[in-house]
């Protein structure tokens, strides 16, 4: 397959992802989407990182993520791990800053 080709299927392929799940999301009440707009603003901004990526990724690559069923979902899940990380790195730094400031007052 060629370059051109791959990159136009693999750009068709995460748009459907996109579709279906936009589509699960309109399904939910108001509340429930309200609930999950940060996982809907994550995978709109996936999405376009991966189209804007697909320009560089060579024909190899984009043949491999075909073979991903759900790769909008599999790099939110990996995102949000690097999320819960970074949070866990904050609740550190908070708790190191209260204790110093703890230790200044005494």
């Known amino acids: 397959m060629d370059r051109n080709r791959a990159e136009r299927r693999f750009c068709w392929k995460i748009s459907a992802e996109l579709k279906s799940f936009k589509f699960r999301m309109m399904q939910m009440s108001k509340q429930e989407i309200y609930d999950h707009a940060y996982e809907i603003d994550c ?3 996936i999405y376009e990182e ?4 697909s320009e560089r990724l060579e024909t190899e ?3 491999n993520c075909m073979e991903i069923s759900s790769l909008l979902s599999l790099v939110y899940e990996k995102w949000i791990d690097a999320v819960s990380l970074q949070e866990h ?3 550190q730094a908070v708790e190191n800053v209260m204790s110093d400031m703890k230790a200044k007052i005494a």
């Open 43 to 45: 995978m709109i901004r």
């Open 50 to 53: 991966l189209v804007n990526i």
């Open 61 to 63: 690559q984009l043949q």
């Open 89 to 91: 790195e904050l609740e």
